[in-house]
């Protein structure tokens, strides 16, 4: 079937089309090379976490030039562990921003301690390094900066802010990967870093996480806590006991990967550089295909990092639209084009303003922004034509509801 285009993307636009089939606002791209080799994990006997976890490791953390990588079950688990390494006590502080997913605020409460938000930059989307500066007291322990759509955060800023204060940094880069501040990969910078493999995720192991870091004893802490506390030289010490000795050290987790999805990591590894070029090439397209609207804010790209480009979220300037967002959503929609919205700032939740009194005006900068804010699909599956198809579809929304 062929469809009438409206590209080149002009103000007037040509004959109205909606693209015939609905394009999903994600799907993985898996080939056979990963669907073999989870196969060959199936058929080897050994289904979790074993030699293949351990060359996905070592290919990470060469990937990013990290010292070490910890593989784990999510990127939740790897915030749980990372937070869980810091030792926290009741009424210590971790800065992080509202302007995330809730895993990231979460894993916090876990170990026991207070998530204090600082406002993010307006035009970014990442924490405010004023903002962290304003909110430390005594019992801050560390700072928690999400890398907010693959775009790295003030990094400069606040790991100064770090030292001074003496604090630890755990980035979440559960949008990173691949992401460089200046001449630094995203993993190689906090003292614990932390990227997800979620299915949506740049690359993807089904479920799956991994943690970054060059201190040893926090990759010690992180692989014995990751299983059950359990240390893995113990039989080595009492080897007249036999491989089946144990010792646990301390009430660990369960949060270790499998070699399942490790198998699907090897493959996803390989062509991280490839995905993230169509990634690029692809916002690269929506920037120029959108510039001219005045209605629409595109994302910020600032000089001297790479943007990781796992999303691409627009913002309606307030006043210049007879719709709102959520009318926005639905209008592309109707025209067959998936979206979805990072993210409800945490202190927009019920938990939080229940938990800690929060009020959209505590934080005004990440309220705004998410009323305004949708991510538009972007992902290495997509062709060009995809691409076109959403510009096309926003710029007639936008045309059709001028104010
Ligand atoms: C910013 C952020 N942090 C953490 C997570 C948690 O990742 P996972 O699903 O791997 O646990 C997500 C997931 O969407 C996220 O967007």
Same mark, same amino acid.
């Given at each position: 079937?062929?469809r009438?285009?409206?590209?080149?993307?002009?103000?007037?636009?040509?004959?109205?089309? *909606?693209?015939p089939?609905?394009?999903?606002?994600?799907?993985?791209?898996?080939?056979?090379?990963?669907?073999?080799?989870?196969?060959d994990?199936?058929?080897? !006997?050994?289904?979790?976490? !074993?030699?293949?976890?351990?060359?996905?490791?070592?290919?990470?953390?060469?990937? &990013?030039?990290a010292?070490?990588?910890? #593989? &784990?079950?999510? #990127?939740?688990?790897? $915030?749980?562990?990372?937070?869980?390494?810091?030792?926290?006590a009741?009424?210590?502080?971790?800065?992080?921003?509202?302007?995330?997913?809730?895993?990231?605020?979460? *894993?916090?409460?876990?170990? !026991?301690?207070?998530?204090?938000?600082?406002?993010?930059?307006a035009?970014?989307?990442?924490?405010?390094?004023?903002? *962290?500066?304003?909110?430390?007291?005594?019992?801050?322990?560390?700072?928690?900066? &999400?890398?907010?759509?693959?775009?790295p955060?003030?990094?400069?800023?606040?790991?100064?802010?770090?030292?001074?204060?003496?604090?630890?940094?755990?980035?979440?880069?559960?949008?990173?990967?691949?992401?460089?501040?200046?001449?630094?990969?995203?993993?190689?910078?906090?003292?614990?870093?932390?990227?997800?493999?979620?299915?949506?995720?740049?690359?993807?192991t089904?479920?799956?996480?991994?943690?970054?870091?060059?201190?040893e004893?926090? #990759?010690?802490?992180?692989?014995?806590?990751?299983?059950?506390?359990?240390?893995?030289?113990?039989?080595?010490?009492?080897?007249?006991?036999?491989?089946?000795?144990?010792?646990?050290?301390?009430?660990?987790?369960?949060?270790?990967?499998?070699?399942?999805?490790?198998?699907?990591?090897?493959?996803? $590894?390989?062509?991280?550089?490839?995905f993230?070029?169509?990634?690029?090439?692809?916002?690269?397209?929506?920037?120029?295909?959108?510039?001219?609207?005045?209605?629409?804010?595109?994302?910020?790209?600032?000089?001297?990092?790479?943007h990781?480009?796992?999303?691409?979220?627009?913002?309606?300037?307030?006043?210049?639209?007879?719709?709102d967002?959520?009318?926005?959503?639905?209008?592309?929609?109707?025209?067959?084009?998936?979206?979805?919205?990072?993210?409800?700032?945490?202190?927009?939740?019920?938990?939080?303003?229940?938990?800690?009194?929060?009020?959209?005006?505590?934080?005004?900068?990440?309220?705004?922004?998410?009323?305004?804010? $949708?991510?538009l699909?972007?992902?290495?599956?997509?062709?060009?034509?995809?691409?076109?198809?959403?510009?096309?579809a926003?710029?007639?929304?936008?045309?059709?509801?001028?104010?």
């Amino acid at each position: 079937m062929t469809r009438q285009r409206s590209s080149p993307h002009s103000p007037v636009a040509a004959a109205d089309t *909606v693209r015939p089939d609905p394009l999903p606002f994600h799907r993985p791209w898996i080939d056979e090379e990963e669907i073999a080799e989870v196969a060959d994990t199936l058929r080897s !006997g050994w289904l979790t976490m !074993g030699p293949k976890t351990l060359r996905f490791e070592e290919a990470f953390a060469a990937y &990013v030039g990290a010292r070490h990588a910890v #593989a &784990v079950s999510s #990127a939740t688990a790897g $915030l749980h562990l990372a937070v869980d390494a810091l030792d926290l006590a009741p009424g210590d502080e971790v800065i992080t921003s509202p302007y995330t997913f809730t895993a990231t605020a979460a *894993v916090v409460l876990h170990a !026991g301690a207070r998530p204090v938000f600082a406002d993010v930059l307006a035009d970014t989307l990442t924490i405010d390094p004023a903002e *962290v500066a304003r909110r430390i007291t005594p019992r801050t322990r560390a700072i928690l900066p &999400v890398h907010m759509a693959g775009l790295p955060c003030a990094m400069d800023e606040l790991l100064a802010i770090a030292d001074r204060h003496r604090l630890a940094v755990i980035d979440d880069a559960a949008h990173a990967l691949p992401a460089r501040w200046g001449d630094r990969m995203i993993g190689t910078l906090g003292d614990l870093t932390v990227f997800s493999f979620y299915a949506g995720k740049n690359i993807t192991t089904g479920e799956g996480g991994m943690i970054t870091t060059a201190r040893e004893d926090f #990759a010690a802490r992180l692989r014995t806590r990751r299983l059950h506390g359990i240390s893995r030289d113990a039989w080595k010490r009492y080897s007249t006991q036999g491989s089946w000795y144990y010792e646990v050290e301390s009430p660990g987790f369960k949060y270790n990967m499998t070699d399942i999805n490790a198998a699907l990591g090897l493959h996803q $590894l390989r062509k991280a550089d490839r995905f993230h070029a169509l990634r690029a090439r692809y916002a690269a397209l929506y920037r120029t295909g959108l510039a001219d609207l005045d209605e629409i804010q595109l994302p910020a790209e600032p000089e001297g990092v790479q943007h990781a480009w796992h999303l691409f979220v627009i913002r309606l300037r307030p006043g210049r639209l007879r719709i709102d967002r959520d009318a926005f959503v639905e209008a592309l929609r109707a025209r067959n084009i998936g979206t979805s919205v990072h993210f409800i700032p945490l202190h927009l939740q019920p938990y939080y303003r229940r938990a800690f009194g929060y009020t959209p005006d505590d934080f005004p900068r990440a309220t705004a922004a998410y009323r305004g804010a $949708l991510s538009l699909p972007l992902y290495p599956r997509m062709s060009e034509d995809d691409v076109h198809d959403v510009i096309d579809a926003v710029r007639r929304i936008v045309q059709e509801n001028r104010r």
